[in-house]
């Protein structure tokens, strides 16, 4: 529609489209400029930046490649769907029912696009400003160079003037040398500058790599059936009570079990004896100390001992066979 029909039909608020058949309700600030001239391109970049913008899932939250290439070519049938009206009704459907379902995700990756586009917009800024100081580095560069060449050359012609015919040969190997000297430090200030700056692209890179963050899947996703091949959240799991010990339990015994009280006749004399309870002494430590020393061995095979010994074979000295050092097993 022209600006003026715009203005004159929706200047006072929302109204009913003009075309006949169409009841659809329109709204002046939904209006645009025209960027084609053929109006069903335009109408075509409108519905493919409105379902890339709801289907806006990254590579990285798919299990593989292919089903990253399959979501592609879903989302294209989609928007050829809405462009030559195939299905309109089940495909607005299906957007509709996804984009409720998988809000979340696609306001993540709506602000990691955003993110990512500042990002570009802003190095490529930088790189316009370094290109830019470059070249005026190089004009700079140029210009000193050509004066220094100018005045050089005039002192020569000054020295030649005012010195003697015999000088002449002198004076030139020295303002050679001179030329040459200036020459050699400008190649090595240029290849410094261009280590720092290889150095720097370096760090970007890795900065700019560092700072992309895949984003996950919802969980609702999986509900709508839409997209295929998705990757599966897996939920944290519950934080653990802290343990001291590290999953060590000093009162667990494998072979026996620690009990309160066991009977026995001279035992009963210390548990009444308060001169004995009183410097805080306790039979359950006896009773501890006694089964853990009782238990002790079940668990040590003398036998399987002895074979692994000597199955490794360890330099004795004649010394220590003589004398029956660590050669008798008990």
């Known amino acids: 529609m022209c600006e003026s029909c715009v203005d004159r039909i929706f200047s006072s608020g929302p109204a009913p489209c003009p075309v006949a058949g169409c009841h659809k309700t329109l709204r002046k600030n939904r209006f645009r400029k025209q960027t084609f001239e053929d109006i069903n391109v335009e109408r075509e970049v409108d519905i493919r930046k409105r379902v890339m913008h709801i289907l806006n899932r990254r590579e990285e939250e798919f299990d593989n490649k292919r089903a990253y290439d399959d979501f592609l070519e879903q989302r294209e049938e989609m928007i050829s769907n809405l462009v030559y009206g195939n299905d309109v009704a089940k495909t607005e459907a299906d957007l509709k029912k996804y984009a409720a379902a998988n809000m979340d995700s696609i306001k993540a990756n709506q602000a990691l696009e955003s993110k990512e586009t500042a990002s570009f917009l802003e190095r490529q800024a930088i790189e316009q400003e370094q290109a830019r100081l470059r070249r005026q580095a190089a004009r700079q560069e140029y210009d000193n160079e050509r004066r220094e060449m100018l005045a050089d050359r005039e002192n020569i012609l000054s020295r030649l003037a005012a010195g003697k015919p015999g000088d002449a040969a002198a004076i030139a190997r020295e303002g050679q040398k001179v030329l040459l000297k200036k020459s050699s430090a400008r190649r090595s200030e240029e290849d410094r500058m261009r280590q720092k700056q290889a150095a720097l692209r370096g760090v970007e890179a890795r900065r700019a790599g560092a700072g992309q963050q895949p984003t996950t899947a919802d969980a609702d996703s999986e509900a709508s059936s839409l997209i295929k091949g998705l990757k599966k959240i897996k939920p944290p799991e519950p934080e653990k009570p802290y343990d001291p ?53 079940l668990g040590c095979f003398i036998e399987d001992e002895v074979s692994n010994r000597n199955n490794t074979t360890l330099p004795v000295s004649k010394s220590a066979h003589s004398q029956g050092i660590g050669t008798d097993v008990f």
């Open 245 to 297: 010990f590290g999953g060590f339990n000093p009162d667990k015994r494998d072979y026996y079990v620690l009990q309160d009280y066991y009977p026995s006749s001279w035992l009963d004399r210390i548990r009444d004896d308060v001169r004995m309870q009183a410097g805080g002494y306790d039979l359950r430590e006896y009773y501890s100390r006694t089964l853990l020393e009782t238990f002790a061995g």
